[in-house]
């Protein structure tokens, strides 16, 4: 057994997940409960090279060379060791190596003595193996197939994107986990459970099992809202990528696992109650510091605003919006910025008459959506929203502006208040009080459970190693001037497909197991690197921030800014880019509770240097501002957006995928602003049309099949 000693280990606490296999593995000894892959090798590999990409993978990643211990007070510690070689082994079979690498995957593991992972490269007769062993202590950590990315990524010095199948693959005993049964789920009744939350988020309730998802309008916020559903009140667990591969019910089903309830992720049910003062939310804080760095100015507002196509009546709405601002803490919250004890507030709905947060159209002479939209809040004294009725007397129809700060929300929060506010209406119309079908927690609960939490080091982990290495920011080649001097100040201007191309493109996602976000994302990232000729390029995008299915219906600041790193093989398909752009996208959305604010700091960057990227893109799906609210009497007051002038950005350029089925077409547009004291007009123009190509080269049969360093436009 390895001596355990101060020099030669760290000591952490094993998290839930870890305890709970840990003693699985203790009260059963005789289960196998290792995952077994191995790959057979070029003959010419250099052994000895190979090992040495092993050991910086191991170094990379402290777990796989972890010990566990029960320590005195009854917990499991976790003992980080730094003898990369016992996790290393190579070995000489002249005969069959699948026998010796399934008797090696069935043997004992002593958690104490042992590393839970193993590489062992096995010469034969023939080819030369690799083979990796991950006991389940280490799911929700790594996988095979990306420890041998990672591998034969370091061992030939360039990317490698396309991991072959296994030759050999056995899975870990699956019969029990975390100390409870789990059930491969293909039976009837699962597949009805994903289908009615299939009907219920899409408001399709003709919807049959075989449908597709995404044909429906289905994106990937909404997927993530269903899962977090499937798993915290059915306990059917479902993997992300799944929803693009398996993307009916029925298909969803048959990949689906149930579990027992108690293994199930634990929701906001014992928090505390009637917090009135709270500190920031850890990604809320970062938001903070910046809204600070900038002067406390007018970047984090965020200028909403809708055209009414028919009457509303604005008394009606006022009271509807107050039935939010009663339900919703956050949106009659005070913020207040003193460093370290920066906190928040929460105005009693008793005195939110004390404040002036509503403007009917006689109070609105004289003001406009861009006087609204320049407002400087000062939130220490005010609520952070003002809600303003314009009449256009030439038009006759009354336009809303709806100013939110930044703090208060984020685009999910966004989606609920207009369907909250569409059902407080209709209940105002009918002369009552609105009646909700359970309490919104507040968010200030969920900021004070996060802050005793702390950042999930495993998950900075994540991020500092994909991002280490990667090149800051973006450089395009000069094209016209300019501005000079460094400023927020930016332009904007917009793409917008034809429809026939939006349906290609849509096709050509589904063809190769992606959404369109993932294909239009990846026809600006190739984009710019045809025009830059990048090797590797930093994007940045937004998470929702929200992995407890409890907050769901909450309004707050939940959404984090994470940082996806792009590596571009010339030698790679298309549609294997699309693909593993994809899967990178999808795969992070675990750990996306980071905010950058840390990562950056973990990676030794200071405020000074600002973001790691300067590209960001994003989605606004099924946007809210768009739809109509009702009365008893079944009348439609139909509203859509207004866009805003997009004058600022902390963003050198921001992509902002608006992706919305309207009369049962699905619509597309691409709005981009740019900062104006980093790129031309110029540079643009040609990214612009670079993009557009890209679209139409993504439209053409056979578009999947390029390699990269053949695409020419």
């Known amino acids: 057994?390895?001596?355990?000693?101060?020099?030669?280990?760290?000591?952490?606490?094993?998290?839930?997940?870890?305890?709970?296999?840990?003693?699985?593995?203790?009260?059963?000894?005789?289960?196998?409960?290792?995952?077994?892959?191995?790959?057979?090798?070029?003959?010419?590999?250099?052994?000895?090279?190979?090992?040495?990409?092993?050991?910086?993978?191991?170094?990379?990643?402290?777990?796989?060379?972890?010990?566990?211990?029960?320590?005195?007070?009854?917990?499991?510690?976790?003992?980080?060791?730094?003898?990369?070689?016992?996790?290393?082994?190579?070995?000489?079979?002249?005969?069959?190596?699948?026998?010796?690498?399934?008797?090696?995957?069935a043997a004992p593991w002593d958690a104490q003595s042992q590393p839970p992972f193993k590489a062992l490269?096995?010469?034969?007769?023939?080819?030369?193996?690799l083979a990796l062993m991950l006991h389940k202590i280490l799911d929700h950590t790594c996988q095979a197939h990306d420890l041998y990315r990672q591998a034969l990524t370091t061992y030939t010095g360039h990317p490698i994107r396309d991991v072959p199948r296994p030759w050999l693959h056995r899975p870990a005993d699956n019969g029990e986990t975390a100390g409870a049964p789990i059930a491969q789920a293909n039976d009837p009744a699962i597949t009805a459970t994903i289908l009615n939350e299939f009907r219920q988020a899409l408001a399709e309730p003709g919807m049959a099992a075989t449908d597709d998802f995404f044909d429906f309008g289905g994106h990937s916020l909404l997927a993530t809202r269903i899962i977090g559903k499937l798993l915290s009140s059915h306990g059917i667990e479902v993997q992300f990528n799944d929803f693009f591969s398996a993307p009916s019910a029925a298909a969803l089903a048959a990949r689906a696992r149930l579990i027992a309830k108690a293994d199930a992720p634990a929701t906001g049910d014992a928090l505390p109650h009637d917090v009135q003062t709270a500190p920031f939310a850890l990604a809320q804080a970062s938001l903070g510091r910046a809204y600070a760095a900038f002067e406390f100015g007018t970047i984090f507002n965020l200028p909403f605003a809708m055209e009414f196509l028919d009457k509303v009546d604005e008394a009606l709405f006022e009271q509807a919006f107050h039935d939010l601002l009663e339900?919703?803490?956050?949106?009659?919250?005070?913020?207040?910025?003193?460093?370290?004890?920066?906190?928040?507030?929460?105005?009693?709905?008793?005195?939110?008459?004390?404040?002036?947060?509503?403007?009917?159209?006689h109070e609105s002479r004289g003001a406009t959506l861009q006087s609204e939209a320049a407002y400087q809040f000062d939130l220490t004294r005010e609520l952070p929203l003002r809600v303003r009725f314009i009449e256009d007397a030439q038009r006759q129809r009354q336009t809303l502006s709806l100013l939110v700060h930044h703090m208060a929300i984020d685009e999910w929060s966004l989606n609920v208040m207009m369907e909250e506010l569409a059902q407080a209406y209709l209940a105002r119309a009918a002369d009552r009080v609105p009646l909700w079908k359970s309490p919104a927690p507040s968010f200030h609960e969920f900021a004070l459970r996060q802050q005793a939490t702390g950042i999930n080091q495993q998950h900075l982990d994540y991020w500092t190693n994909m991002l280490r290495d990667a090149t800051r920011g973006l450089t395009l080649p000069a094209s016209g001037?300019?501005?000079?001097?460094?400023?927020?100040?930016?332009?904007?201007?917009?793409?917008?497909?034809?429809?026939?191309?939006?349906?290609?493109?849509?096709?050509?996602?589904?063809?190769?197991?992606?959404?369109?976000?993932?294909?239009?994302?990846?026809?600006?990232?190739?984009?710019?690197?045809?025009?830059?000729?990048?090797?590797?390029?930093?994007?940045?995008?937004?998470?929702?921030?929200?992995?407890?299915?409890?907050?769901y219906d909450t309004v707050g600041y939940f959404t984090t800014m994470v940082a996806h790193r792009v590596q571009f093989d010339p030698q790679q398909a298309v549609g294997a880019m699309i693909e593993s752009v994809s899967r990178l996208i999808n795969d992070s959305m675990a750990y996306a509770d980071v905010p950058m604010e840390q990562i950056q700091q973990a990676l030794g960057m200071t405020p000074a240097d600002g973001l790691l990227f300067d590209v960001y893109i994003q989605i606004h799906a099924n946007n809210a501002l768009n739809g109509a609210l009702h009365t008893p009497d079944t009348g439609a007051i139909r509203y859509r957006q207004i866009d805003p002038d997009k004058n600022q950005s902390m963003f050198g350029i921001q992509f902002e995928i608006m992706e919305n089925m309207i009369d049962g077409n699905r619509a597309l547009r691409l709005v981009i602003t740019y900062r104006s004291d980093r790129y031309s007009a110029e540079q643009m123009a040609r990214m612009s049309a670079m993009i557009e190509q890209m679209f139409a080269l993504f439209s053409t049969p056979g578009a999947d099949a390029i390699a990269l360093d053949h695409i020419r436009i």
């Open 327 to 361: 339900r919703h803490a956050s949106l009659r919250s005070t913020f207040h910025f003193d460093g370290n004890e920066a906190y928040q507030q929460i105005v009693p709905a008793s005195q939110l008459s004390r404040y002036k947060w509503f403007w009917p159209s």
């Open 481 to 551: 001037q300019p501005a000079e001097q460094a400023s927020t100040k930016a332009q904007w201007f917009e793409i917008k497909p034809a429809q026939d191309t939006i349906d290609h493109l849509y096709a050509f996602a589904r063809q190769n197991n992606a959404s369109l976000f993932g294909v239009v994302y990846s026809a600006i990232v190739l984009s710019l690197h045809k025009l830059a000729g990048l090797k590797d390029l930093v994007i940045g995008t937004s998470a929702s921030g929200r992995t407890d299915p409890a907050y």
């Open 121 to 129: 490269i096995v010469q034969t007769t023939q080819a030369p193996i």
């Open 1 to 105: 057994m390895m001596e355990l000693t101060p020099d030669t280990l760290s000591q952490r606490s094993a998290n839930d997940y870890e305890e709970n296999i840990w003693l699985l593995q203790q009260q059963y000894p005789e289960r196998t409960l290792k995952h077994l892959s191995a790959w057979q090798l070029d003959t010419d590999i250099d052994l000895s090279r190979l090992e040495s990409a092993l050991q910086a993978v191991i170094e990379s990643l402290p777990d796989l060379n972890t010990r566990y211990a029960f320590n005195d007070d009854g917990e499991v510690d976790k003992l980080q060791a730094n003898d990369w070689q016992s996790c290393v082994e190579r070995i000489h079979l002249p005969g069959d190596a699948s026998d010796h690498l399934q008797a090696e995957q």
